[in-house]
């Protein structure tokens, strides 16, 4: 009984000691590595996104609607997070010039990040939500932008099979006539 007296005062420092551990600062955006500036710039840019203004946020509950993700303006980005009752946080960005319109916003580095909230999205919800900008890490950027089509990312038009040899660029609309 006395040894584990003796014993107990050293594993509880230790285990103090240990919960400091880590070369990481906790908070959002550090669940991975940070995405690849290349390859976020390849995949931003086939969807018209200026890359430096990629980010998304996280909040409890909520996941990326991945048929949202977007161009916002002429560069920025849209994406928007859903939960399981039809709430949604929008998450808009575009140039720096246009800080100051909004409610819920941030400004990063060259832009301004803002969210706006439906369905019932508290504002205690946007302000958690809005400290949790950040760019993505890798993984987020997997999921977030699609990996660009080659066939569609070149200057080289999509080969139809129903235009005229011709040259005129009229769709051959004809059908046949049976029996003839």
Known sequence: MIRAVRVLPPLLLAAALLTGCGTQKAG????????????????????????????????????????????????GFSASYADRTGAVIHLYTDHARYAGRYKYEVTEKDCVVWLQGEGGVSGAVLEKALRAVHRPTAAELDTLLPTPDPAFTDDVPVQRGDLSPGGDGVPDNSVPTPGL
Do not use: C, H, R, W
């Open 28 to 75: 959002a955006g550090d669940s991975g590595a940070p995405a690849d500036p290349g390859e976020l710039a390849s995949k931003a840019a086939a969807l018209g996104i200026n890359p430096k203004m990629v980010y998304v946020t996280e909040a409890a509950g909520f996941t990326l609607a991945q048929q949202s993700v977007g161009v916002q303006g002429d560069e």
